[in-house]
């Protein structure tokens, strides 16, 4: 059974760097054709995908957010995380881990973790 579980600050002050980890249990982050990615949702708004890191630890992210998201891996503790600097009070939401086969689906999701952006 794949787990996942994001975890990091629930408050952030405005203007800093948003960090998040995603612990994953029951698959390697480097198993062949998996994408780990990081989707976010706003209080009453969709969903947002926001980037991914692949097995080989390739990169991919979306183009309104590239130039402030940077997701890396540490692969001794099966993990991956997500900062993203410059955050703003709209980018309060509830921030999923998720995983998904070669971005076509995703398939097992965190629950979800909120983080507030207030000062």
């Known amino acids: 059974q794949v787990q996942l579980q994001e975890s990091g600050p629930g408050l952030v002050i405005p203007s800093q760097t948003l960090s998040l980890t995603c612990t994953v249990s029951?698959?390697?982050?480097?198993?062949?054709?998996?994408?780990w990615s990081w989707v976010r949702q706003p209080p009453g708004k969709g969903l947002e995908w926001m980037g991914a890191?692949?097995?080989?630890?390739?990169?991919y992210y979306s183009p309104s957010l590239k130039s402030r998201t940077s997701i890396s891996r540490d692969t001794s503790e099966n993990q991956f995380t997500l900062q993203l600097s410059s955050a703003t009070p709209e980018e309060t939401a509830v921030y999923y881990c998720?995983?998904?086969?070669?971005?076509?689906?995703?398939?097992?999701w965190g629950k979800g973790t909120q983080v507030t952006v207030s000062s």
């Open positions: 890191i692949d097995y080989h630890g390739n990169t």
């Open positions: 029951g698959e390697a982050i480097t198993t062949d054709f998996y994408y």
């Open positions: 998720v995983r998904s086969f070669q971005l076509i689906y995703m398939d097992y």
